[in-house]
């Protein structure tokens, strides 16, 4: 239950406290759970996107209401670690430079665009998913984002100096979560369609790509770029099961 409590309290906006010491085993632990805060986030964008289309809203205006409210959900900071990598990536100087520029605190040309671009393609991916009934598509996106976070935080990972979450959460997780967790989508995908499983694996496969060339640009693993894995999965996710419409 601490588990649970510690990662709806890192990972959502809900009034939930987590525990009052937290450690690499307890951030461990939060971060094995990733998906069921996934599954409750999932649940709610896909209420709220059925809701908005059959109050009479256009698929686009409830598809960017959809992921307006799921921002605020996660404090933006998903979106917030998406800007922040692009700007990192972005640059051209070595990794400590790339990581001041993270630590920034605001967004440059590449985090703007990276924004731009990831919510308006999931709101239009959303919104077409709606426009065939595949509700399921989009709440196991939003999993499917939190399970790409359990494998970036797999044993080998190194956390990036000066982290302070990817200190704690980088490493801590062994292949087997990974595993267990992917089995669970890819069970889930095939209520989609037959072969709505390929988007899991591609999605999956972006973010592995992702997570390793970010730990060789900046040195290691940090929550920003843990944002902006999740953020690229979920799109990568929801754009792919669009291509069956």
Known sequence: MDAIRLVLSWLTVLPVRGPDRVDRGSAGRAIALAPVAGILLGAIATGLLWSAVGAGTTPAVAGLVTVGASALLTRGMHLDGLADTLDGLGSYGPPERAREIMKSGGAGPFGVAALIFAVTIQAFAFAALAGEHRWLAVGLAVVVGRV??????????????????????????????????????????????????????????????????????????????????????????????????
């Open 148 to 245: 790409a976070v359990v494998w970036s935080c797999r044993r080998g990972i190194e956390p990036a100096p000066g982290a302070g979450f990817g200190a704690l959460v980088a490493g801590t997780q062994s292949p087997v979560a990974g595993v267990v967790w992917t089995v669970l989508a890819l069970a889930a995908a095939l209520l989609v369609t037959w072969w709505a499983p390929v988007a899991v694996l591609v999605a999956l496969a972006v973010a592995e790509v992702l997570t390793r060339h970010c730990v060789r640009r900046f040195g290691g693993l940090n929550g920003d770029v843990l944002g902006a894995v999740l953020e690229v999965t979920v799109t990568v996710s929801a754009v792919v099961w669009t291509l069956d419409g």
